[in-house]
């Protein structure tokens, strides 16, 4: 089993920045993919970036030029710095962990979420 926890979320001004960190804990699992996902209110969840083990990353439109992910596999971390914040970034932020439980089975990859940690963005 793996466990998620965040840290990082708060309230900031249009412009500012914040930093998320997301650390997983648990025995006997190595992480494949990472990535962070968020949800505003009234709207579906959306994929924000990943970071996959190799370090290749892949951003959503919106975020684009703005955040910037990347993860620590010595922690087994993953961080999402946000720049130039937008009031539309206002959502709660969830990091979301993909690992192999069983390395009889590397195959067999389950994925987890953390508990999610707000961000709201003031214009």
């Known amino acids: 089993q793996v466990q998620l926890v965040e840290s990082g979320g708060g309230l900031v001004q249009a412009g500012g920045s914040l930093r998320l960190s997301c650390a997983a804990s648990g025995s006997g699992f190595s992480i494949d993919g990472m990535a962070w996902y968020r949800q505003a209110p009234g709207k579906q969840r959306e994929r924000v970036a990943t970071?996959?083990?190799?370090?290749?990353?892949n951003y959503a439109d919106s975020v684009k030029g703005r955040f910037i992910i990347s993860r620590d596999n010595a922690k087994n971390a993953v961080y999402l710095q946000m720049n130039s914040l937008k009031p539309e970034d206002t959502a709660v932020y969830y990091c979301?962990?993909?690992?192999?439980?069983?390395?009889?089975?590397?195959?067999?990859?389950?994925?987890?979420w953390g508990q999610g940690t707000q961000v709201t963005v003031s214009s």
């Open positions: 979301n962990v993909v690992a192999v439980v069983d390395g009889r089975r590397p195959d067999l990859k389950f994925a987890y």
């Open positions: 970071i996959t083990n190799g370090g290749s990353t």
